[in-house]
């Protein structure tokens, strides 16, 4: 079973997230060094990615075959989307306890969802 | 007109229910498929037995119909590769033991019931939807029943339980028993889903009723259910303990007008004294595994009650002793509030009354209807014509018909 864990956290609290050329960036970068290995290791990482700050972030319609673009993000939230992971565990147990070990949980939310199979859909 | 065969056998299908879906689901990982099976295996059982009388073994005799009937069930409805593994799995039951419950020992069941409960009350899901797949896959109750207890119609409670079923199955919720270093967390769930149902059934606050039996007996059936599983959990025998408690003064709880009837003015021997003794021999099992908790407090402050004959002759001091002990491990402002009402009771109303006119409780508490009643009674008490204010704040806060009955009364006594 696929587990998509979402990594929100406030991208303007320096706490959660610090600046890459403070001292605390480092601990930090080092956590997910380690989340990376372990759940390497256990055999249930299948790829993830760090996301850019949302003031990167450019949203994408199509209306009327027309490609509309807007600055920002989808919605304004006080925690933002900052990165995934992919695990592929056996329960909802299992997820859980891999997502409180990425170093965000500690500061910020990581919100599970389950990755559907729909390759067995009639 | 009850007919007693008709209620002994009722009352064996819902002994067998909670077996019946645990040992299902065990081997069919999926809950909504294991309810249906033993809802149609539950109804088979009452005409069956009805006529052809009890069989030795009702478990074996309900286990093996409830297995044909999710093979039928599966053929008819699943698709594909999961329907195979499922089928594979129940028919590989089947050979093994058909109609029998050998080579599936009371530690297996054990484990089984446990890991049904667990999941029903798993964290990743919401307080509503524990409650009520609990009521529904350990307790047996319909869909119908649960909605009657908590007064919502009946689609509703259907459409959570679906919802509640549908996030089980797609986020992969398991149904085993938590590791050592989760235990105690989602076991504290499993006591507070307990402890809701109770509670809903104890205090109808959104109907007219002040006593909701059905869902208080049902407490009671599911806490005596997990002290039989937990053996060891102190914690859990203190719950059954304080719900046997409180529901040995239901007889007496209210008058023949279905009005209120608070502690201090109960007829003392319309108290059940089985449950009473029941309730005792809990709280002693939890105290002999030395691990004290809220619960096993809030239990002997319920049988600190329970021996006294009459409020008078309680032993206040010790009362306030536990609810100080209560509120250092579960600080909450209702454990404060009862605090002070037992010390207002061992040592007069005034210094109840200045714990809770504590501003930080005061502001807490603000909208909490049980504040304001208990506050107007220690006013009372002083002839302090703040009472009526008090009073007044309790009743536009309640939407219980007695209570609103109760509160208008006593402000009556006060102004006349």
């Known amino acids: ?122 | 007109m009850v007919d007693p065969v008709n209620h002994r056998i009722e009352q064996l299908v819902r002994d067998e229910w909670p077996k019946l879906v645990a040992t299902l689901v065990g081997e069919l990982g999926d809950l909504g498929l294991a309810e249906d099976a033993a809802q149609d295996a539950a109804e088979v059982a009452l005409r069956r037995w009805l006529d052809d009388g009890i069989p030795d073994r009702p478990g074996a005799w309900i286990t093996t119909v409830a297995r044909r009937r999710a093979v039928d069930r599966i053929r008819r409805e699943k698709l594909g590769q999961e329907k195979a593994a499922q089928l594979a799995r129940l028919q590989a039951r089947m050979a093994i033991n058909d109609g029998a419950e050998a080579g599936h020992g009371a530690n297996m069941l054990r484990d089984e019931q446990l890991a049904l409960i667990f999941g029903c009350c798993h964290p990743a899901l919401s307080v509503e939807a524990q409650i009520a797949l609990t009521l529904r896959a350990v307790g047996g109750l319909t869909t119908a029943e649960i909605a009657r207890g908590f007064v919502v119609p009946e689609p509703t409670m259907a459409q959570r339980l679906v919802r509640a079923k549908r996030k089980i199955a797609t986020a992969a919720i398991p149904f085993r028993i938590p590791d050592d270093a989760e235990l105690l967390s989602r076991l504290g769930v499993v006591h507070h889903v307990l402890y809701l149902i109770f509670n809903e059934g104890y205090v109808a606050s959104r109907g007219h009723d002040h006593v909701r039996d059905d869902l208080t007996a049902e407490a009671i059936r599911l806490s005596r259910l997990l002290a039989t599983l937990l053996n060891d959990d102190a914690e859990t025998h203190g719950q059954l303990a304080l719900f046997l408690f409180i529901e040995s003064r239901r007889p007496a709880r209210t008058d023949a007008a279905g009005d209120i009837v608070l502690l201090a003015d109960q007829d003392r021997s319309l108290w059940d004294r089985h449950l009473i003794a029941e309730a005792s021999a809990a709280l002693e099992r939890a105290m002999a595994l030395a691990s004290p908790g809220p619960y096993q407090l809030e239990a002997a402050i319920n049988g600190l009650h329970a021996e006294a004959a009459s409020e008078v002759d309680t032993d206040w001091a010790q009362i306030v002793l536990l609810y100080r002990e209560l509120s250092r491990r579960r600080p909450t402002p209702v454990t404060t509030l009862n605090l002070a009402v037992a010390v207002a009771l061992a040592g007069g109303p005034a210094a109840g009354l200045e714990l809770l006119d504590a501003p930080d409780l005061a502001a807490e508490l603000a909208e909490y209807r049980y504040y304001h009643s208990a506050r107007a009674d220690l006013l009372r008490r002083l002839d302090d014509p703040a009472a009526g204010d008090a009073y007044r704040r309790a009743l536009q806060l309640t939407d219980s018909e007695p209570e609103r009955r109760f509160l208008a009364q006593r402000l009556d006594q006060l102004t006349s």
């Open chain 1, 1 to 122: 079973m696929k587990y998509a864990c979402l990594i929100y956290s406030d991208e303007n609290d320096a706490v959660a997230n610090p600046d890459p050329a403070s001292p605390e960036f480092q601990p930090m970068m080092a956590g997910y060094v380690k989340f990376g290995e372990e759940s390497t290791a256990a055999g249930v990482n299948l790829g993830g990615e760090p996301l850019a700050n949302t003031s990167s972030a450019t949203s994408v319609q199509l209306r009327d075959g027309e490609i509309i673009t807007t600055d920002g993000p989808f919605a304004e939230t006080k925690e933002q989307l900052g990165g995934f992971y992919i695990l592929d565990c056996d329960s909802l147990d299992e997820a859980i306890s891999w997502a409180a070990k990425i170093p965000h949980a500690a500061t910020g939310t990581i919100e599970v969802r389950p990755v559907p199979d729909f390759s067995q859909a009639g």
